[in-house]
Each structure stands twice: as structure tokens, then as C-alpha cells.
């Protein structure tokens, strides 16, 4: 597609329960990264994907956090046992490459923990 | 490591003035630099970026912003202000290997009439 696709758009979970958020970044991307955007906060890094890679997760909050990317296109973000913390707009980047390639963000994905 | 810090939580200026939204930089490594711009609702859009090239960098929709070393800042500027610039404003940084971005925590822009 022409952006970064995320879905869904919004997402309310009671307390405890899993999600799963997903992203669709622009086809032929390498690159691939996941953000965290608390209310009124700048985007905080989580993880990097290189294909299907997970070359960095040092952002990830706790071990409730998983992402994968299987097949180095499609990426998936889940929360498990979620808190009332993990609250927050979560951001899906893609890039061709490395830095000078810049990077395209999706929409993001509004996660509030009831 | 490294980091951003944005002066400003928000700025107000009214239309038709200069906008300066100002950013100061920390980076072991050569940064790159970067303004993304996020309008209510919407995704983040990169205004310019600054990879070692030209100091002064000229982005879309009338805005730029000088890389000064000495003083490790990248503020933008703007010469006149329009209404449809109310947005939220990101300085960024990157350089690590992961190539990940660093985010400022973000200035709200204001648009008087």
C-alpha cells in the first residue's frame, strides 16, 4: 500500500485481558519499528525488526510485551495480561533502509485499559 | 546515548509572525537530526532532517532549521505562521545502531488569529 497500515485504529481491553495490535508497513520495507506515545508524551522506542529479525527490543516494558514479524513483511505487537500503564498510542514505522532513507509512521493504534 | 530536549511544552504566536520551536541535542555518536510534526488524529509527518549534509535544511511547507554544532541545537523556524500549523512538534535524534529514533517529549504549537 501506499503508508504504514496499523489496525485497529482503537482498541479498549479489560484489565488482564491479551491484545494483539498489527502492522502493515509500506511492501519492500526492511526496516521495521514499534513505538510507544503516552498521553502528552514523545513516541518512546520498543523494539526493531530488520526483515524478520528482532534486532533490538530493548524498549519492550516488561516481559507482557512480545512482537514478531515472521515473514519480514506484516508485524504483530501483543500485550499480554494487560494494565491500566500500558494505556497509549502505539506507533508502527517502516523504512527502505537506514536513517537516510527516512521513516514513514502509520496512524497508530489507541490502546486503553479499562 | 542519546537524547533530545525540547525548551518549549508549547509556544503561541499569532498568524503571520515567525515561528522558533527550539531543540537541543545530546549524541555520542554523529546524529542525524529530525522534525516530525503530528496533527490530532493523525500520523507523524517528517517536516526535514538534518545526516551531515548541509547545515541549514529547508523542509516542507515553509519551514527549516540549522544543525549548530557548538551549541548541539536544530531549532526550527518558520517566517510566517499559518493557522493550519497548530500541530504538535518533534525534534528527534538518531545514531544509535539500531538506527531507532529518540524522541523530544514534543512542543504544541499555537496559532493565534
Known amino acids: 500500500g501506499a503508508g504504514v497500515s496499523q489496525s485497529p485504529r482503537y482498541k479498549v481491553a479489560k484489565r488482564g485481558q491479551d491484545v494483539a495490535l498489527r502492522c502493515d508497513p509500506i511492501?519492500?520495507?526492511?526496516?521495521l519499528f514499534w513505538y510507544q506515545q503516552a498521553l502528552g508524551q514523545g513516541p518512546e522506542f520498543l523494539t526493531y525488526?530488520?526483515?524478520?529479525?528482532?534486532?533490538?527490543k530493548s524498549g519492550l516494558p516488561s516481559d507482557r510485551f512480545f512482537a514478531e514479524r515472521p515473514e519480514g513483511s506484516v508485524s504483530t505487537l501483543k500485550i499480554q495480561r494487560t494494565q491500566q500503564e500500558d494505556s497509549a498510542v502505539y506507533l508502527c514505522?517502516?523504512?527502505?533502509?537506514?536513517?537516510?532513507?527516512?521513516?514513514?509512521f502509520g496512524s497508530g493504534t489507541r490502546l486503553t485499559v479499562v | 546515548a542519546q537524547s533530545v530536549t525540547q525548551l518549549d511544552s508549547h509556544v503561541s504566536v499569532s498568524e503571520g509572525t515567525p515561528v522558533l520551536l527550539r531543540c537541543n541535542y545530546s549524541?555520542?555518536?554523529?546524529?542525524?537530526l529530525f522534525w516530525y510534526v503530528q496533527h490530532p488524529n493523525k500520523g507523524l509527518q517528517l517536516l526535514l532532517k538534518y545526516t551531515s549534509a548541509a547545515t541549514l535544511v529547508k523542509g516542507i511547507n515553509g519551514f527549516e532549521a540549522e544543525f549548530k554544532k557548538s551549541e548541539t541545537s536544530f531549532h526550527l523556524t518558520k517566517p510566517s505562521a499559518h493557522m493550519s500549523d497548530a500541530a504538535e512538534y518533534f525534534c528527534?535524534?538518531?545514531?544509535?545502531?539500531?538506527?531507532?529514533?529518540?524522541f523530544g517529549k514534543g512542543t504544541h504549537l499555537i496559532i493565534q488569529p
Open positions: 511492501s519492500g520495507h526492511v526496516s
Open positions: 514505522a517502516s523504512s527502505l533502509g537506514g536513517i537516510d532513507y527516512g521513516y514513514t
Open positions: 525488526f530488520q526483515n524478520e529479525a528482532q534486532l533490538d
Open positions: 549524541s555520542s555518536y554523529s546524529p542525524s
Open positions: 528527534v535524534v538518531s545514531g544509535g545502531g539500531a538506527d531507532g529514533l529518540t
